[in-house]
């Protein structure tokens, strides 16, 4: 069984860091591409970062570029996002999620994890 | 950037009757094209991939239809379980992968 599960988010003043993590197991995780996805409370989707098979290729949201790192650690199936200078607009639930090959949907996704910025 | 548009923003409907979704790209997305479903709390799951292939799990209700650039998510009988909020899922032409804005079903 696939499971992703998501940590590290919390509440943190503006202009602070906060480190995201999503532990996967039940898959090869080294096979799937993986991201960053965020919904604001009571908004929609939005996509934030995005990480090749090999770590690699990597893509950023306009809105978090030059302010968020992703990577992914292959020996501990981990994938994680480094947020930095963050804003009160990138209050959300952050989830990650699993694409198969290049013309994949997001197949799995985990529970999330509630980032919170804000004085 | 490809904008991916939802219609209605919401649709109310009664139990067992058919739903039509309706999602719009701003350009072809070929059948790229996914849609999924969130109920509150919970995180999206993936119902419709290839624009018109279910996932797996996913009941026969469930339909979708389209290409290019216009696309269509049907609900044949509406279930309790069914009522929640869909969105559509460019994936032809990224960075970035764009959603649509998302369509409420609620019961009439």
């Known amino acids: 069984e696939v499971q992703l599960l998501e940590s590290g988010g919390g509440l943190v003043q503006p202009g602070g860091s906060l480190r995201l993590s999503c532990a996967a197991s039940?898959?090869?995780?080294?096979?799937?591409?993986m991201s960053w996805v965020r919904q604001a409370p009571g908004k929609g989707l939005e996509w934030v970062s995005h990480?090749?098979?090999?770590?690699?290729?990597?893509y950023y949201a306009d809105s978090v570029k030059g302010r968020f790192t992703i990577s992914r650690d292959i020996s501990w199936t981990t994938l994680h996002l480094q947020m930095d200078s963050l804003r009160a607009e990138d209050t959300a639930l952050y989830y990650c999620?699993?694409?198969?090959?290049?013309?994949?949907?997001?197949?799995?996704w985990g529970q999330g994890t509630l980032v919170t910025v804000s004085s | 950037e490809i904008v991916m548009t939802q219609s209605p923003a919401t649709l109310s409907v009664s139990p067992g009757e058919r739903a039509t979704l309706s999602c719009r790209a701003s350009?072809?997305?070929?059948?790229?094209l996914a849609w999924y479903q969130q109920k509150p709390g919970q995180a999206p799951r993936l119902l419709i991939y290839?624009?018109?292939t279910r996932a797996t799990g996913i009941p026969a209700r469930f339909s979708g239809g389209g290409s290019g650039t216009e696309f269509t998510l049907t609900i044949s009988s509406l279930q309790s379980e069914d009522f929640a909020v869909y969105y559509c899922?460019?994936?032809?032409?990224?960075?970035?992968?764009?959603f649509g804005q998302g369509t409420k079903v609620e019961i009439k």
């Open positions: 999620a699993t694409r198969s090959g290049r013309y994949a949907p997001f197949e799995y």
């Open positions: 039940g898959f090869a995780f080294s096979s799937y591409a």
């Open positions: 990480v090749g098979t090999n770590g690699g290729s990597t």
């Open positions: 350009q072809s997305v070929s059948s790229n």
């Open positions: 290839g624009a018109s």
């Open positions: 899922q460019q994936y032809d032409n990224w960075p970035p992968w764009t």
